[in-house]
Structure formats: structure tokens, C-alpha cells
């Protein structure tokens, strides 16, 4: 009874500074008197916006007093108007006309370009600069999110319950009110004042609220129009130059030179001077969707411009579903900092025009009182320009550029390579009150008729039940015994334990030596301790039913320098393990090819062994990885011919890998090996993220160096082993400008001595025999036998690989709208086994989202040699280390 009366005291004193508020209400129309959806109100001399709903009405609650404020909707006039909001409740219509768009007078001869292209030069470059402007703001944000559908399919209705079917058709609508404050580059905290959902739904997360500003889009899955490549795979048109206030605005059209979904269409408004945004209204699609996305840009401070307004609308079509989606955003009591070496460097390049929002405000001079740099003064020298070729403005963008990495070489070095991600939510104690009464007095956006519709539709549906939802129910006892994968903690969650189910962490596959094979994880304990050190461990119980063997593993890991990533790691038991070490074929693929294609292609032998292996940082980006590993190795033979599909003529193979001296029977034999690894990885300028108790390395934009040795002991603890390698590898991924991603891996190395070698310690290579194969690294073969080329002397190898949007068959009609992607790749080997293997391939990804398309040749000596296709899933990964 006292939670009650408190939260039920809270919400009223936070209504009660609303109620020292006057409101001022309305709708925005235009001279028809027709409503106009979602238009932006701006009061600048509260930094606030606010937004009409869908039928145009608005409400405001504002300090009492009179206020000049901006009415805009993209294609009409902005409206600059003062009102009086000194009564409790004042009302008013306001009327905006429809822009009527008179280009100023240019003469374009057929020779000339458009002056838009001029116009988005200059933005291009300046958008580098506006793009880091804000260093933190503060504001109050109203999240509206709403879906509907549309249609659901026939066979849903006949397979789906009734309920869910309801409750989809009902749609749904989550309105959300924070304080939201933003540091630069990824510091928010966010509270959560009040949060509604339709679905009642009182689970506790993130805001909806997307901090996106247009600056920030970009990459290869959309590019964008003020990106340096916008030239290449854009139009521009100037459709209008018009005044509003006492500022030119540019309305610019977009148009994509090609189809593609990593382009946009629609309109962008830069202002003239500046050459910032001061709006966006663009489309797109997506994977199902199709995106209309709209942003409001207001003048927050002197030449400080934020997105107060964003309205995303979104309708979606996948197999019959279809829907439509809307996510409104309006920012209000906006404060922020700026970068004042920026603003320093934005007031050198352009004129700031006064106007009359901060006309009190004095103009800093044009030039900076520091002297300005080599790189500093060609940046002015261009920009003073009146016109911008295409090559000037690449100059610029490389110039800026090279400012910022200068300036970041002068940055400690943890604060440019380290990227910090802090993310803070907290709730208020009334944030998930449900009242009616208590959203009218708050809401910054009027519902529209339709979302009160989906309010009641979803109170009649609503599941709750003693105020949790259907979605946080417990498991039944059956469902925990069975499928429980839940955690324990300790009251201090310094102990975390994970006792699985018993259909949970549970692996089944087959092969011809175990036949049916479950692995079954039984726990895992986890002990942490402050700055980020535990120690985790794991143990695994495994059942081959045709030999009837019982084998198990134990999994030990301790870390005890986080920054560092330094760790101790022991395992050790009995085990089945592919000839293949380095590079196994994923069971999935094998019990799949076994028992439907009777082509038992993975080879085992039984492990028994222990291993213990330490790695660490020796500085950021320069790890060391050594390990000890003692194993008692012993041949293994097919126990079973099961199979679920048997073909005409066509036998298992043997357990013993197929290889070209097919006398070494001896390399398969029983034997004993203790070895020595070490590996030396070293990624230049290596960022990094904290996050939780693990340092996780991020792309670099330079490659990756790798060395590692491997030796055998012979006589350690009965060891026959006797060998010694050295290897290294070079390998990179990254996009290249337009390009999604350029992949390459160059490695090679050889045998010091090979006195004493069994087949389980030769070198083999990343290759994937069977038709369906996972997601494979960039060294990785397609067509090469998985075991006859693995080698005990010298081998060299180089991979190269580009996937990109648009090659070749993506720019055929019925493909260049898809959401396909295409990849070249080439492959090379040489060893003492093969003198020269080529294979090059050609792919279609994601087709249908779900798996890739490659066809690949090889050849042996410049001689023809085999002809295959793959189909790769994207959700089965191979391992892509250096190993």
C-alpha cells in the first residue's frame, strides 16, 4: 500500500510543474483546409520542437508567455509566427500554404552542369566537419513507434493460433518520454520518465529513441549523398533556391545513376553559405522494407543545427505478411556543447550569416587567431572558391581528412585506438503508469484516430496476468527439466552458474566411426572478480552409441588481465578429432553428407590429451599465444553403415585419409605426441572496445602479420614425435571505397626437420569438399580434396576475393533491384605434393537471405582440372583464424 501511495505522490508532483504550464493546442492545415500530417513546430527561444500528429493537431505544454515560432512541412511554406500562450488552454488554427518553387535565374547551356553538383561539392566537404560539430546535448525526447497490418497470409490463418492472429492484426504503439543526454563519441545516459505500450508490456531496456543524424549515414549497405563516392553513383538537379526568412535554402534533388538497395532517391535542403542541412526527405529499401525518411533540421545555437524532427514511415512484405510502420521523434529544452576546434575551422571556410534568433550573438572573426597550418590554408583556398570541380572537392575531402588523422596522432594513444560504447538507462519510479489522464497531460504529439484504435483494440486483447506478461511467465516444470537455459547468480553475482537442460546444449551428429555422436554440455561455473578477471569452467560429457563409448572433456579458462587480454586456458580428456586439425569440417556438413550422400569425407582418430596454453597482449594490437599439449593418439575404424538414403553401387570409404603415397599406412598408426606451439599475431594500430570483462578487437584498417612455430618432442614422456615448422601469414578484409568488402591472405612456410611426423601434425589447408559448405573464410579452398595435398614440407598459398553490390550480374534488370551480392575469388596453392593449383569462382549471395551460389574451376599445372557449385549458409561459420 505504501509503493502505491508513493509512485501514486510521484506522478503527481511531476504533473505539477505541467500544470504551471500553459497549453497551446490546434491543427496545422493548408488553405483547402485539409490537415497536414506530421509538420514541425520549432521554438527557438526554448530550443524545442514538437510535431503534429497524422491529422495535423498539436498541443504544447510552454512556460506561459508569448513565443515566435517556426511551422514548416516539407513542400510548404515555413511560417514564422508569434503566439500567445499566457491562458491555461489557447487554441489555433494555423494555415501554411503550398511552396510555390521559382528557381533564382541561371543560365545553363547544354555544356554546363547543373548547379546543384556545385552545391553538394561544398556540402560534402563541410558535412566532415558538421558531423563532429556537437560534442554533447541534453534534451527531452518523445519516442512514437506504431505498426499495422495490413495483410496475413491464408496459410498463417490456418496454422497459426487464434490469438496471435489477433493480436498481430491489432497492431501496436509504444510511446515513450525521456531525458536523454549524448557525449561524444558513444557516452549516453537516458532516463526513462514515462514508457506506454499497447501490449502492456512493462519489461525494462533501452529507449527506442535512435540518436541518427543524416551526417551519420553511410557505408556499403546505403550510400550516402554527401559521402566522397555520392559523385559516382548520384545526379544532382537543383529544383529550387527560395528564401526562407533570411536564408537561402538549396532543395536538391537526388537521383540514383543505377538501381540498387544501397542507393536513395528524394530530396536534400542545404543551406547556402553554410552548406549544412536543413532538411532531408529521402527513400530507400531495405531487406522487405521500403523506407521513407524525413528530418527536420533546427538552428539550436549559432550555426548549430540538430535534427529535432525525425518521422521514419516504413511499409514491409515478406511470404504474404504485409504492414506498415512509423517512428516519430521530436526533441524539446535542448542543450549542448560544441567542438570549439571545429567551430573554429567551420567559421574559417564559411560566411555565418546574423540572423534574427541570435542577432544578439557577436560574430567571432572569419580567420582564426592561430596560425593556420600547410593542410589548413589549401583547405581555405579551396573552399573561398565560388566554384568546385569533382577533383577539387575529392582534394578537399583528402585534405580534411588528413587534418583529422594529424590531429589525432597528437591524442594519447588508448584514446584513439580504444572505442567506447557506454550506454546508461535508468527509470524513474512512475515510468510505466498506464493512466489516460496522466499521457493526455504529456503526450507531445495528439493521437491520431488510428493509434486510439490500436489503444483499444490491444486493452481488449491484453494477456497480463498478475501484472506480468505472457512473454516473462515461468517455464512449467517440464519446459525447465528440459529446456532451461537460464543463470544463477550469487547475491554479489560474483558466481554465475549455468546448469542446461537437458535438451539444451545438446549436440547430435553422426559419422561412420561413432555413428550416432551426442555431446552434451553439463554446466558452466563462472567466477568473477573486479577490473575484469574470472575463471570459467566447463565440462562436456560425450556418447558414440555404435562404439559405445563413453568420452568427456573438461574446459578450464582464467583471465586475469582484462586490458591485456591475458589468459590461462587448460583442457584436456578424451575426444574424437579430425586428421584436419586446423581446418575440421563442420560436423553439421558431415552427418549431412554421410548419411543422405554416403560420403563420409571427415577421417577420426581418438585423442586422449591435455593441453594448457597462455596468451596476452604484449602491447595493443601485438598478442603472443604459446601452448603445451600432450596427446595420446590412437587409430580409429567405421563402426557402422547406417545411412538414410543408400545409393546403387557406392560404398563408405575407410577411415584412413586418402593421400598420394598410399604406402604411408604408418602415418595413421597409434602414437604419442608432446608439442610446442607459439603464435605471433600483430595488427597495426589495432582498436579495440571494452565491453563487460572482455576486450574485443575491432577491423584495423591495416592488415594483420602472423608467424607462429610448432615442435615436436620426441622421448617427453614416451613422445615419438620429432618435427619442427615455421609459418606466416599476411591476411586483410576491409571495403575499399565502393567496394563492400576486398579480401586477401598470402601465407606459406615449411618443415625445419620432418625426422619423426605423423599424419595428424602435417600442414593442411582450408577446403570444403561437399556441395553444401558454411560460411567460409577467405583462405578457404572449394574444390581442392580435403586430405590427399597436406604436406610435411614447403607449401605456399594466396587468396584473393571481392564481394561488392554490383559486378556483373547485378546489373541486369531483372537483379539490379535485389538484395543480392556478388563475389569474385581466386586461389592458389603450391606444395611438394602439387606443383602449381589454381581455382578461381564466381557467387550470388544472400539468395533468398538465407545462403550463397558459387560456381568454381580448377586447375592442376595450367591444365583443366574439376568444375563444381557450393551452396554456402550464412549461419554456419567455419573458424577464420590463424592456427
Not at 510548404?76 to 521559382?102: G, M, P, Q, R
Not at 534568433?357 to 572569419?366: A, C, G, I, N
Not at 501484472?467 to 527439466?481: E, F, H
Request: glycine letters at 4%; charged letters at 25%.
Amino acid at each position: 500500500m505504501k509503493q502505491v501511495v508513493f509512485t501514486y505522490l510521484l506522478i503527481c508532483f511531476s504533473l505539477y510543474g505541467i500544470a504551471q504550464t500553459c497549453t497551446f493546442s490546434g491543427a496545422i492545415e493548408n488553405a483547402k483546409g485539409e490537415p497536414i500530417p506530421y509538420s514541425s513546430i520549432y521554438i527557438s527561444k526554448l530550443a524545442t520542437g514538437k510535431m503534429a500528429n497524422m491529422n495535423g493537431k498539436y498541443r504544447m505544454n510552454l512556460p506561459c508567455g508569448a513565443y515566435k515560432i517556426k511551422v514548416q512541412c516539407l513542400g510548404y511554406e515555413t511560417k514564422f509566427i508569434t503566439i500567445d500562450a499566457s491562458k491555461s488552454n489557447s487554441t489555433k488554427i494555423i494555415v501554411l500554404s503550398a511552396k510555390s518553387f521559382a528557381i533564382k535565374e541561371v543560365t545553363v547551356n547544354a555544356s554546363d552542369e547543373d548547379p546543384a553538383y556545385n552545391v553538394m561539392r561544398k556540402a560534402v566537404v563541410m558535412a566532415k566537419y558538421y558531423k563532429k560539430q556537437i560534442q554533447e546535448y541534453d534534451a527531452k525526447i518523445y519516442i512514437r513507434f506504431f505498426y499495422f497490418a495490413d495483410n496475413v497470409p491464408k496459410l498463417a490463418k490456418l496454422f497459426a493460433n487464434e490469438k496471435d492472429l489477433k493480436e498481430f492484426a491489432a497492431g501496436d504503439l509504444s510511446e515513450t518520454l525521456i531525458q536523454y543526454n549524448y557525449k561524444r563519441p558513444n557516452t549516453v545516459k537516458e532516463k526513462i520518465i514515462f514508457t506506454r505500450s499497447a501490449k502492456g508490456d512493462t519489461s525494462k531496456g533501452r529507449s527506442p529513441y535512435l540518436n541518427f543524424s543524416f551526417y551519420d549515414l553511410g557505408g556499403n549497405s546505403i550510400i550516402s549523398p554527401l559521402s566522397r563516392s555520392a559523385f559516382t553513383v548520384y545526379k544532382f538537379e537543383l529544383i529550387s533556391a527560395y528564401y526562407e526568412g533570411q536564408r537561402l535554402i538549396h532543395k536538391i534533388k537526388i537521383i540514383p545513376k543505377r538501381k540498387g538497395t544501397d542507393l536513395m532517391s528524394g530530396h536534400l535542403y542545404i543551406n547556402d553559405g553554410t552548406w549544412n542541412i536543413n532538411s532531408v526527405d529521402v527513400k530507400f529499401k531495405q531487406q522487405f522494407v521500403n523506407v521513407h525518411y524525413k528530418q527536420i533540421y533546427a538552428e539550436v545555437a549559432k550555426n548549430v543545427w540538430m535534427p529535432t524532427s525525425h518521422e521514419i514511415k516504413a511499409r514491409a512484405k515478406a511470404m504474404g505478411f504485409k504492414g506498415h510502420f512509423k517512428h516519430i521523434v521530436s526533441m524539446s529544452n535542448i542543450k549542448l556543447k560544441t567542438d570549439p576546434k571545429i567551430d573554429a575551422k567551420i567559421q574559417s571556410l564559411v560566411d555565418i550569416p546574423v540572423t534574427e534568433e541570435f542577432k544578439e550573438t557577436e560574430s567571432k572573426p572569419k580567420n582564426s587567431p592561430k596560425k593556420a597550418s600547410k593542410t589548413e590554408k589549401k583547405i581555405q583556398t579551396l573552399m573561398d572558391q565560388e566554384k568546385l570541380t569533382r577533383g577539387e572537392t575529392m582534394k578537399l575531402v583528402r585534405l580534411v581528412n588528413k587534418q583529422a588523422n594529424d590531429e589525432a596522432k597528437k591524442l594519447p594513444k588508448d584514446s584513439v585506438l580504444e572505442i567506447t560504447r557506454n550506454h546508461k538507462t535508468e527509470y524513474s519510479d512512475s515510468a510505466f503508469v498506464q493512466n489516460d489522464s496522466v499521457w493526455n497531460a504529456i503526450r507531445e504529439t495528439p493521437l491520431s484516430e488510428q493509434e486510439t484504435i490500436i489503444y483499444k483494440t490491444r486493452d481488449s486483447l491484453t494477456r497480463v496476468e498478475n501484472g506480468d506478461t505472457i512473454a516473462n511467465k515461468d517455464q512449467s516444470l517440464m519446459g525447465k527439466v528440459l529446456f532451461f537455459n537460464g543463470r544463477l547468480k550469487s547475491k554479489n553475482k560474483g558466481n554465475v552458474v549455468k546448469i542446461p537442460g537437458l535438451l539444451s546444449k545438446l549436440s547430435i551428429n553422426f559419422n561412420t566411426v561413432d555413428g550416432l555422436l551426442l555431446r552434451k554440455k553439463l554446466f558452466s561455473y563462472k567466477r568473477k572478480y573486479d577490473n575484469g578477471k574470472f575463471w570459467k569452467i566447463e565440462p562436456s560429457v560425450l556418447y558414440a552409441f555404435s562404439r559405445e563409448a563413453v568420452m568427456g572433456q573438461l574446459d578450464f579458462k582464467s583471465q586475469y588481465n582484462m586490458k591485456k587480454r591475458a589468459r590461462i586456458t587448460f583442457s584436456g580428456g578424451r575426444i574424437n578429432s579430425d586428421y584436419n586439425a586446423l581446418y575440421p569440417m563442420p560436423n553439421f556438413f558431415n552427418s549431412f553428407s554421410t548419411l543422405f550422400f554416403m560420403e563420409n569425407y571427415k577421417k577420426l582418430y581418438q585423442k586422449d590429451f591435455a593441453k594448457i596454453g597462455h596468451s596476452f597482449d604484449i602491447t595493443n594490437g601485438l598478442n603472443l599465444d604459446a601452448s603445451v599439449e600432450y596427446a595420446d593418439r590412437k587409430q580409429l575404424y567405421n563402426s557402422t553403415d547406417f545411412t538414410l538414403v543408400k545409393w546403387k553401387d557406392k560404398e563408405y570409404t575407410s577411415n584412413t585419409p586418402t593421400i598420394l603415397d598410399s604406402s604411408s599406412s604408418y602415418l595413421f598408426g597409434n602414437n604419442k605426441a608432446a608439442t610446442l606451439s607459439g603464435t605471433l599475431t600483430y595488427t597495426p594500430k589495432q582498436p579495440f572496445r571494452y565491453r563487460k570483462d572482455e576486450k574485443r578487437m575491432l577491423r584495423s584498417k591495416y592488415p594483420t602479420f602472423a608467424v607462429k612455430y610448432k615442435h615436436g618432442f620426441k622421448d617427453v614422456l614416451e613422445s615419438q614425435s620429432d618435427f619442427g615448422v615455421l609459418k606466416g601469414a599476411i591476411y586483410q578484409s576491409k571495403p575499399i571505397n565502393l567496394i563492400d568488402k576486398v579480401a586477401w591472405y598470402v601465407g606459406g612456410g615449411k618443415f625445419t626437420n620432418n625426422n619423426t611426423l605423423y599424419f595428424a601434425d602435417y600442414e593442411n589447408f582450408s577446403t570444403q569438399p561437399f556441395y553444401f559448405i558454411g560460411n567460409s573464410a577467405i583462405n578457404t579452398f572449394k574444390l581442392l580434396d580435403f586430405y590427399r595435398y597436406n604436406t610435411n614440407d614447403y607449401f605456399f598459398e594466396a587468396h584473393f576475393s571481392i564481394e561488392d553490390n554490383f559486378l556483373l550480374l547485378k546489373n541486369l534488370p531483372l537483379l539490379n533491384t535485389s538484395f543480392l551480392s556478388e563475389g569474385l575469388y581466386a586461389n592458389y596453392l603450391y606444395t611438394n605434393q602439387q606443383d602449381h593449383y589454381y581455382e578461381f569462382g564466381y557467387g550470388l549471395k544472400n539468395v533468398f537471405l538465407l545462403f550463397n551460389a558459387e560456381a568454381f574451376v580448377s586447375f592442376k599445372n595450367k591444365n583443366y582440372n574439376a568444375f563444381g557449385v557450393k551452396l554456402s549458409f550464412n549461419f554456419i561459420n567455419n573458424s577464420d583464424s590463424f592456427d
